[in-house]
């Protein structure tokens, strides 16, 4: 079931993603060398409770913290532990709140003092690719137009995207209907219509696209532990177009 919202319900979920969105921005700028994912993400914790909300992966599936933080060739889902940040690491920052019922959920791919050239030009066409899916959230295109111009802005750098972790609908549940893919054909899939709240977030690999599920059962990994970035936003699909409801203030 997918659940078209008003723009009343649209301003709530609007509300959840620009906290999302100005907590990414405290958690980009204390990111440094030395600094633990941990302390990363005791800022996202408070930052939740301080916008008047709460964060939405603790607990969600037993998930034990606030933030996702991915290292190098993590592709999603790393746990913050005490691991200390390294000259030459890029690191995934995956965030969500949930403030008057509604959820908003954000990620950003960030280096971490000199990083080598390939991983910039991942982080910076794993963003790209985000946008260019946006553009295709038009009301009358399809969910493979999303899909299908995030995988090709990837592949034409020569990377690969990620198959087993899909984007999703959101708003009163942080996962709903419909799944939105990253790779496949164009002109296939759920016709897009106005009021519908996608989280779109393509995750793009240096090397293969297959990932492996560490023993805590969370942590995803390249399969050929080549580095992986990921970009998210919340975006509503209005009459005229795409509307980014995570961008910062
Ligand atoms: N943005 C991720 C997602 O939509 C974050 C979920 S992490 C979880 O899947 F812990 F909440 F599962
Ligand atoms: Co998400």
């Known amino acids: 079931m997918v659940y078209l919202k008003s723009s009343e319900e649209i301003k709530k979920i609007k509300a959840a993603s620009l906290a999302v969105a100005n907590g990414l921005k405290k958690i980009r700028n ?58 030459g690491d890029i690191v995934g920052i995956d965030y969500g709140i949930v403030l008057d019922g509604f959820y908003g959920d954000s990620a950003i791919t960030v280096p971490v003092g000199n990083v080598s050239s390939t991983a910039l030009k991942l982080i ?19 969910i493979g137009d999303i899909a299908h111009a995030v995988q090709t802005h990837a592949e034409s750098a020569g990377f690969s995207v990620v198959r087993n972790f899909v984007g999703h609908g959101i708003g009163r549940r942080l996962h709903e209907e419909p799944q939105v893919p990253n790779f496949g054909p164009k002109g296939k899939g759920l016709k897009l219509e106005t009021g519908m709240v996608l989280a779109i977030e393509p995750m793009v690999n240096e090397g293969t696209y297959e990932t492996v599920i560490l023993e805590d059962g969370w942590t995803a990994v390249t399969k050929d532990r080549k580095l992986s970035a990921h970009f998210e936003h919340t975006i509503a699909i209005l009459k005229d177009g795409p509307v980014i409801l995570s961008f910062p203030e």
Not at 50 to 74: E, I, M, T
């Open 30 to 87: 204390a990111i440094s060398i030395g600094v633990s994912l941990k302390e990363l993400d005791n800022i996202a914790e408070q930052h939740a409770i301080q916008s008047g909300g709460k964060p939405a992966f603790k607990g969600y599936r037993s998930y034990p913290a606030s933030l996702c933080v991915s290292v190098n060739h993590v592709v999603v889902h790393g746990i913050p532990d005490d691991y200390k940040l390294k000259d």
């Open 124 to 142: 910076k066409i794993t963003e790209e690719s985000l946008l260019k899916g946006i553009d295709q959230a038009i009301p009358g295109n399809r």
